[in-house]
DNA sequence: AGTCTGACGGTAT
DNA sequence: AATACCGCCAGAC
């Protein structure tokens, strides 16, 4: 395995989060085998933003269910486009992950 | 080569 | 419940 393979898993499993749903830098650090390096995967997509639209990296957010990655989508875009897929918001706009978390382990 | 930073997360206070 | 701190490790300088 080469280092870089660290950002094609990363993203091999951002890939993979359904429609509607929403997963968490930690659950894809776990599932990529490097349990502790959640800031990687926030920094590997951060890597590829605005490269690959297919990456849906805005439905990656943290534990808390905060779009700390919306610094990297124009504007309201992240919050705006997981609305339009139907993902419930609360009044802190966090995400309502009880409601839309998905688990790459799982999946 | 040393230091700092960060789309995080868990533990301690 | 809210903050503070620390580990994590790839890049930038």
Redesign the pocket.
Known sequence: MS??D??EKVYSVVERIPYGKVT????I?RTIG?V????????A??R??GKEDSLP??R?V???GEL??H??FPGDTMRERLIQEGIAFTETYRVDLTRHFWNPSEG
Do not use: I, K
Not at 24 to 27: D, I, K, L, N, P
Not at 36 to 43: E, W
């Open positions: 280092d870089s660290f950002y968490t830098y930690g659950a650090a490097l502790s390096s959640a800031r990687m995967v926030g920094y997509l951060q590829t933003a990296a805005h990656v943290n534990r808390l700390t990655g610094h990297s």
